[in-house]
């Protein structure tokens, strides 16, 4: 019998977790890294172990330090969660050697479908339709290229133990294809372990449609519907709904039936997501299996009105699936977008800092899955993802509004992050009907205000502007942010009687706002698209009320160490009365030879040595940040003068990692 449950696992997922279980009657047990411990899962347990330093190869990845807390602690069975070792067959089996109730598949299911080429060779077998490709064992270079060519062009190159877009490439040139499958290869063994590669015909904008099972050990195997993922970026899902707005009942009972298949195929046991792309004409290709629960679970269990996790478990226990496939109904529609710890003006940056402000609108048919609350830290060791927000409706439309809606009123302080792109992603027309597929984001966003760097208004500037003014103490914050004296202002740009710098906006760029006091009966004279009027009504820890043209409107920030943190409804942005030593730094460095970091990580790997000569645009060194991989590359030809960071070090931003000596023009005197 189960008693207690330690989740493997950190963040939002391991809080999800643990209400469920708790909601059950289960003890819990958290396992933290020595980054964690003061995050929010830690505190929701009944009972937390500390597993180790903060890399997750020493922490969350780490079988036997796991395996340890829970029998420490007298926990009887472990769930994974996602990601981390939710889908290693091999924690898998050392916890059924420990008497540890695994709750998740049997280690051979996991195992076969963990494998792209293996399971695509099972698919296969099983009559479930595949993408015509390449998946021998055969892992030659010769080999690959040649099964490229007979494959043709457009090519996907895929890890095989991989998911989340990383080891994989689309190639659209022959010229690029060698190198494409070399950095697939180098990504996949230091992201998998593995560098086992997949080649299969690239679908053109097809739909990403993934099919919920659920199977338990008396031989039954239902399906809950499917789960359209086709909003992604870089091959990774940013919006997800159910059911999806292309499928119809036809195609839907014919996907089900095909994912029952798949999981019968592999004995398979518990909660499984089995993924399709499907084309304009309605065919379905098998894509993978995802052993585990899925992200983008919570959209499954808005209309069905199922809690998978506790059909996880009780699973797990032994126990019949609660419900057989006649009685599973779909209800309303449901969307998920997942906001995320990172500057979408600044190419997705990964971003930490503290949480200032956090808080979801409690209203009808809206849901927020969170890691995180105000207090806590995001730092730089984990994957960025801090909460996720789901809405419920009658209908798609109505789901839609409500998500729209939520968003726009969802209050997330502290860090740049993407919740103005996830609004306007899902506020976009084509998105709105129905019509987006992996290509929406490309196609659509490129130019998009919520990804352009220079992004920030003049009405933001002057809002900052007029916080900073009106609280620039403590003693102005106490006495005034209620009663502000004068009640007017009127913010000139390009004066120099307040002078700050704003970070993470436009790197080293000074904005110098001058604000005049005006008195209420005073004429406004403005020079345009450089004097903005407005009116302070009054503002608390983290919301001002405002007049703009006698509209009243609502702003949220918070103050922190000499720095504001602003979200007027244009995204999100950060402030100081000073200007930063990081900015100063890139600055001094643009158009120079200094690579400069841009972010907390690790340095993966260093390409250039002393004396060595580079060209403009040269890759230079990697970073890892937040399990992402981020290229360097030289702004100059030149010289390498020296190379300050080395493979394995902790680097933070402004940090110089390499100095290059340009070359000089022809014809410029030495």
């Avoid at 359209?228 to 839907?252: G, I, M, W, Y």
């Avoid at 971003?351 to 402000?357: F, H, S």
Wanted: glycine content about 8%.
């Amino acid at each position: 019998m189960i008693q207690k449950i330690l989740i493997a696992n950190r963040g939002e997922i391991a809080v999800r977790i643990i209400k469920t279980a708790r909601a059950l009657g289960f003890r819990t047990v958290a396992v933290y890294s020595e980054a964690d411990a003061d995050a929010l899962h830690v505190d929701m347990a009944d009972q937390a172990v500390c597993i180790g330093p903060a890399p997750a190869a020493q922490s969350y990845l780490s079988a036997e330090k796991i395996i340890h807390a829970a029998k420490n602690s007298n926990a009887d069975a472990v769930h994974p969660g996602y990601g981390f070792l939710a889908e290693n067959s091999a924690f898998a089996r050392a916890c059924e050697a420990e008497n540890l109730v695994f709750i998740g598949p049997g280690a051979d299911a996991m195992e076969l479908m963990g494998s792209k080429r293996l399971s695509k060779e099972a698919m296969i077998a099983a009559g479930v339709p595949c993408i015509p490709g390449y998946q021998g064992a055969d892992q030659t270079d010769a080999v690959l290229l040649s099964q490229a060519e007979k494959i043709g062009l457009p090519l996907m190159v895929k890890a095989s133990a991989g998911g989340g877009g990383r080891g994989m490439r689309l190639v659209f040139e022959k010229e690029k294809l060698a190198e494409s499958i070399q950095n697939a290869r180098t990504e996949a063994k230091s992201t998998f372990g593995s560098d086992e590669l997949i080649l299969e015909k690239a679908l053109v904008e097809p739909r990403h449609i993934e099919i919920q099972v659920f199977a338990d050990s008396h031989g039954n195997i239902v399906y809950m519907g499917e789960r359209d993922c086709s909003v992604q970026r870089r091959h990774q899902k940013v919006v997800e709904e159910a059911p999806s707005p292309f499928t119809n009942e036809a195609l839907r009972e014919k996907m089900g039936q095909a994912a029952v298949n798949a999981a019968r195929a592999c004995n398979y046991l518990g909660a499984g997501t089995v993924e399709f792309l499907v084309d304009a004409d309605r065919n379905f290709y098998f894509l993978e299996m995802n052993t585990r629960l899925q992200v983008e679970h919570p959209v499954t269990e808005m209309i069905t009105g199922q809690d998978l996790v506790a059909w996880q478990i009780w699973v797990a226990c032994g126990e019949k699936l609660p419900l057989s496939q006649q009685q599973i109904k779909l209800c309303g529609h449901a969307i998920e977008v997942r906001l995320y710890a990172e500057d979408t003006r600044r190419g997705f940056l990964p971003q930490t800092g503290p949480v200032l402000a956090w808080q979801v609108p409690a209203r009808d048919g809206v849901r927020a899955d969170a890691g995180i609350e105000a207090g806590r830290e995001v730092s730089a060791h984990y994957d960025p993802i801090v909460a996720k927000v789901i809405a419920h409706g009658r209908n798609r439309d109505e789901a839609r509004r409500r998500l729209a809606s939520g968003l726009c009123d969802t209050v997330l302080l502290g860090f740049n992050n993407n919740k103005l792109f996830l609004e306007r992603v899902v506020n976009h027309t084509v998105f709105a009907g129905g019509e987006a597929t992996t290509a929406f984001i490309e196609k659509h966003f490129q130019d998009d205000i919520s990804m352009a760097k220079d992004a920030m208004s003049n009405k933001t500037l002057a809002l900052a502007a007029m916080i900073i003014y009106q609280g620039r103490s403590p003693e102005a914050r106490d006495a005034g942010w209620h009663t502000p004296a004068p009640y007017r202002y009127n913010f000139v740009l390009g004066c120099d009687e307040i002078d700050y710098q704003a970070a993470l906006v436009k790197q080293g760029t000074r904005f110098q706002v001058t604000v005049k006091n005006q008195a209420a009966d005073v004429e406004k004279k403005s020079v345009p698209d450089q004097d903005v009027f407005l009116e302070w009504v009054r503002a608390d820890d983290h919301t001002l009320i405002y007049l703009d043209g006698g509209v009243r409107c609502t702003a949220r920030f918070a103050m922190a160490n000499d720095r504001l943190f602003l979200d007027a409804g244009t995204g999100h942005f950060i402030f100081e009365d000073k200007t930063l030593e990081i900015a100063a730094a890139a600055e001094d460095a643009a158009g120079s030879g200094d690579v400069i970091s841009t972010m907390n990580g690790v340095v993966v790997e260093v390409r250039v040595s002393e004396g060595q000569e580079v060209e403009s645009g040269q890759a230079i060194l990697v970073i890892e940040s937040m399990k992402m991989q981020h290229q360097f590359a030289a702004a100059v030809a030149g010289t390498v003068e020296s190379v300050t960071a080395a493979a394995g070090d902790q680097v933070k931003p402004g940090q110089l990692l390499v100095r290059i000596t340009a070359v000089q023009n022809q014809g410029e005197e030495a």
